[in-house]
């Protein structure tokens, strides 16, 4: 079987907001032989069915939906005549070449991009340079083990978000979420606009895993109540969802017994955590990181494997877009110095997460990158008048204040070469008194 290959200069998987914020960046730097593989049928990703504000906010400086997000980021693209293959999917990054067939143009080697649609077939993007940016997925019932049946009613917050804003369909009318994820916080306030009643929402933690604001505007405005460290222990109903029982966990989120009570409901959402879309990189060897099960990266976004680079939430979980555009437009410019000067000269530092931080990312950072470097981070639980620190060793070479910091909302900080470029590896910790 023939299959048939385009040449480009770098190949960008996903057509989300990373996806088109990276060949906007790889644009604007010079590179204007960019194709997107999207497996849609439209740009944009999850921005499509989030009608709801809050977007746009720091990128932007307006106060906009998800759909107006995304038609922004579109025009953009559409305005710099990048190519966007929809309903395509890609199935495998190649990034080994033979001696014999191996060509270096600009001093990198070319991966190769396998994918697939009904118009061509089976086809490559030959590509001097490839941004993994194929965002998250929902963490689903199955992960969970709650004891019970499978009866209708049962749906993701983002299946549901689907179902109501993009098909019109309603759900149910007596809804327990489990998780306070952005999207199960969003979305109790969408089934209450909807006309159902939320009669709780679950947390296993002992915080909220939400923005602050999401719980101010989506549950203390609605008055929908937010049980901390309780989750879903039964699930009643054979054909359709008849009820749940939450319970009150204990420090090792073992549920205490004497505190079951019976809620009944027709739906059941679950906002229990979003994973990386990773199968890709992985299948190409590119080294992962265990806590925020996307790619290990330096400052540039570059993983493991020399002209592979990573971006929004495949790389690590955001909570706003603002951030995921930021990130990947930083992606797309450095993936476009290394399509036009060849592989990165560096010199690396390893960057770890310490006390009271969960990751920080980039995992490492060069030397010799002649410009300032922002961590983004995630705190391991709720801090009141935190202080951040970053040092090498017992040396501190940079801290900042905080008011409040929760793991539902990632911080950034900035380093700057003079104070890093002299450092074995830098650490990043929190250091306050724990805020329950």
Known sequence: MKVNTVKKDIAIIGGGPAGLAAAIGAYGAGVKDIIIIERGGEPGGILQQCIHNGFGLTRFKENMTGTEYAARCIAETQKCGIEILLNTTALKI????????????????????????????????????????TGC???????????????????????????INIYGEGIGKNVVILGSGDIGLIMARRMTLEGAKVHAVCEIMPYSSGLRRNIAQCLDDFNIPLYLSHTVTYIHGRERLEGVTIARVDGNKNPIKETERFIACDTLLFSVGLIPENELARAAGVRMDAKTRGAEVDDSRQTSVPGIFACGNALHVHDLVDFVSEEAELAGRKAAGYVQNGAFNGDYIPVSNGAGVSYVVPQRINRLCGGEIKLY???????????VKV??????????????????????????????????????????????
């Open 137 to 163: 997925r929902e963490r689903g019932k199955g992960a969970l083990n709650i004891p019970g049946f499978r009866p209708s009613g049962l749906f993701s917050a983002g299946t549901a978000q689907k179902y």
């Open 377 to 387: 981070f995630r705190p391991d639980n709720i801090y009141k008048d935190v202080t």
């Open 94 to 133: 190649d990034a080994q070449c033979s001696m014999r067939n191996a060509r270096l143009e600009a001093g990198c080697a070319r991966k190769t991009v396998t994918a697939t649609n009904e118009t061509d077939g089976i086809f490559t993007v030959d590509a001097k340079a490839v941004i993994i940016a």
């Open 391 to 436: 040092s090498d060793g017992e040396r501190i070479l940079k801290s900042a204040k905080r008011v409040a910091a929760a793991p539902g909302e990632m911080e950034t900080l900035i380093v700057k070469p003079a104070e890093f470029s002299k450092a074995a590896g830098l650490t990043v910790t929190m250091e306050a008194a724990v805020w329950r």
